[in-house]
């Protein structure tokens, strides 16, 4: 039976969750400043970084109310309307939530510095990025199971947990989706036309559309189809406010922002703490069971080095004693580089939901056995500073936003010294492999292929970039067009071979007490945005602690 709502109903329903929603912000505000104000010099569980992988790490250990966690977050307050009101990300990128980690300028792209930005506020990348919920595809997680040696890792186990985790608000699919979980997800609302033309001309050169991107579509070729979202209402629902805030007014979870991890303790092999800056003092807490570093793929393996585990010869070169022998710290970098596509709108369309509602994953090579291009399409202009010098740019137009879901090139990260003040050296190496300029020309082609075909081309005047170009022209503007997706991975691996740092329960070879969690344990960037995938890192991690732990 269908029930009605009345508009009073619908009225007082509003006005009493907003008044639960003061009542809540209330107790949170006095509860953490109480806890912020008596300090513990020891916690059960320290979780250095609240992100996609942190956030979960954190609430799913404080569920148990007698085990004290400490969430560390070197950044500020997500309470402010760049994070909140979903179709203001962009403001986020160079402000003070936002790293603004830069490469090394590239050989392999002209010599160009690529801007890599990573959430520096609570929510971490949750609260910064584009909200797009991407699971990866069912060949990642058997990957996964297959380097850890462990089936907790397969796509079998890990569909499971994503049926379990989430709140899906599109058609059911019991089969592949989850309700009643703490990740609200639905298909971006009543999308700008412009979106579900984009699917048909998809469908027009044979990629077929699909009722959602993270069913049966991620099991298969690709497709495309509506992008799934974490926005409800205009709402960004970051990872940090889907898990962490709802216990924040737990006497057993304390969150501190603008604390900034220096360095892990270690004593006689095993991890006992960490040094911290606060408040302008440097401040140790020790963890009597475990240690987490959730920092993300840049300063996770830059605390391990400074901290002593990591290449021996690396750290030497920066006077850092050698508590652990750890090649891969650091090593196996990946991100999606993507390139820009752009057309001139005919008549221009404001950007609706998070600006990208539509998106396809495709093969750059029919005999690949899973997709390895995934395109979104933005429905504002997008380009690099290089390519915005040689093409007419307009204000109005749109973008798709074509990257590589496989690539073979690796990059690597290194130290400029040993303090946490001294910057990291980022080496992407986008581009670096031959067969990654390939599938970046077949990415390109294809961008352009759907961009012009005949469902998509009432809305544009014109082709603005790349145009028809073919051999060393479309290289170079390859070179010139190559970004970052901002997903920064896989530099401190999940594996058991020599260059692997943790096993498939997340510990540290070599370290007692001390696990990662976030996406630099992923063995390869999976297919798709990364920030569902570090969801599913932090909840395996939470399992493997709770039951090692007996929580
Ligand atoms: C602009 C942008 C757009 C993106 N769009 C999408 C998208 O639409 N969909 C998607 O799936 N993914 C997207 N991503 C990627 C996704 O957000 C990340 O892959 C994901 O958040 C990584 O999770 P993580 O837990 O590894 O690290 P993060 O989420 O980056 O969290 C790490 C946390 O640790 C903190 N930290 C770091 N160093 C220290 C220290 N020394 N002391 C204390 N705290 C520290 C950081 O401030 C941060 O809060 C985007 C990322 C960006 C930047």
């Given at each position: 039976m269908?029930?009605?709502?009345t ?13 639960e ?18 300090l ?5 569980f320290?979780?250095c ?6 956030s ?9 109310p007698?085990?004290?966690v400490?969430?560390?977050?070197a ?28 490469s090394?300028p590239?050989r ?10 990573m959430?520096?506020?609570?929510g971490?990348?949750?609260?910064i ?26 796509y079998?186990?890990?569909l499971?947990?994503y ?7 599109g ?19 009543n999308p700008?036309p ?13 990629i ?5 991107q ?21 709402k ?27 360095k ?16 302008g ?16 793929a840049?300063?996770?393996?830059k ?41 001139e ?8 939901n ?5 998106t ?7 005999a ?5 291009i995934?395109a979104?399409?933005?429905e504002?202009p ?17 973008t798709?936003?074509g ?11 290194s ?13 992407p190496?986008?581009?670096?492999h ?14 352009r ?25 479309l ?16 530099t ?9 740092v943790?096993?498939?329960?997340l ?16 063995p ?13 890192i ?14």
């Open positions: 269908k029930i009605e709502t508009p009073s109903t619908s009225t007082s329903r509003m006005g009493k969750e907003r008044l929603s003061a009542n809540m912000s209330e107790r949170v505000r006095r509860n953490q400043s109480h806890l912020r104000s008596h513990r010099s020891h916690y059960d320290i979780v970084g609240s992100g996609s992988s942190g979960v790490v954190a609430s799913r250990l404080a569920e148990n007698d085990v004290h400490l969430l560390l977050e950044g500020g307050s997500d309470d402010v309307p760049q994070v909140m009101e979903a179709n203001q990300w962009p403001l986020n990128l160079g402000s003070e939530r936002d790293w603004g980690f830069q090394k590239s392999s792209l002209n010599g160009r510095v690529l801007h890599m930005a959430g520096k506020v609570l971490g990348g949750s609260s990025n584009v909200m797009v919920w991407a699971r990866g595809h069912k060949s990642d997680w058997d990957y996964f199971a297959q380097e850890a040696n462990d089936p907790a890792w397969s079998d186990s890990v499971k947990i049926r379990r985790i989430e709140d899906w608000q058609s059911p699919d019991p089969e592949h989706r989850g309700a009643g979980g703490p990740v609200f997800v639905e298909p971006a609302t700008n412009i979106a579900p033309a984009m699917l048909d001309a998809a469908r027009s050169l044979g077929p559309t699909f009722e959602n993270n069913g049966r579509m991620m099991e298969g070729d690709g497709g495309a189809s509506i992008i799934d979202v974490r926005a409800k209402a205009g960004r629902q970051s990872i940090f406010r889907s898990y962490v805030y709802p216990r924040m007014d737990q006497e057993n979870l304390t969150v501190l922002t603008g604390a900034l991890v220096l892990l303790n270690i004593e006689a092999g095993r991890a006992t703490g960490v040094d911290v800056l606060l408040d003092v440097v401040t140790t807490f020790g963890s009597t069971k475990e240690m987490v570093l959730s920092m993300g840049i300063q996770t393996p605390l391990l080095m400074q901290s002593g585990i990591g290449d021996e010869s690396e750290l030497r070169r920066h006077g850092i004693p050698v508590l652990q022998h750890a090649p891969g710290v650091g090593q196996n970098f990946q991100d999606h580089v993507a390139f820009d596509c752009v057309w709108y005919l008549d221009p369309l404001p950007p609706k998070t600006m990208a509602e539509a396809f994953f495709w093969k750059s090579d029919p690949l056995p899973s997709p390895d995934q979104c399409q933005a504002v997008k380009t690099t500073p290089e390519n915005a010098a040689r093409y007419n740019v307009p204000q109005h137009g749109w798709l936003f990257g590589l879901m496989r690539p073979k090139s690796r990059g690597h990260l130290l400029t010294g040993p303090q946490a003040t001294d910057p990291v050296v980022i080496e190496n986008f581009l670096s031959p067969d990654d300029l390939k599938a970046a020309i077949a990415c390109v082609e294809l961008c292929e759907v961009g012009n075909a005949a469902p998509l081309r009432s809305f544009s005047k014109r082709e603005v970039m790349p145009g028809l170009l073919k051999g060393p022209g290289e170079d503007f390859v070179r010139n067009a190559a970004t970052t997706y901002w997903h920064e991975t896989c401190a691996k999940m594996g058991t071979d020599k260059m692997s943790v096993n498939g329960r510990q540290v070879y070599g370290i007692q007490n001390l696990r990662i969690a976030d996406g630099s344990i992923m390869r960037v999976t297919t798709g945005n990364t920030m569902a995938p570090c969801v599913i932090g909840e395996r991690a939470a399992k493997e602690l709770s039951k090692d732990h007996g929580l």
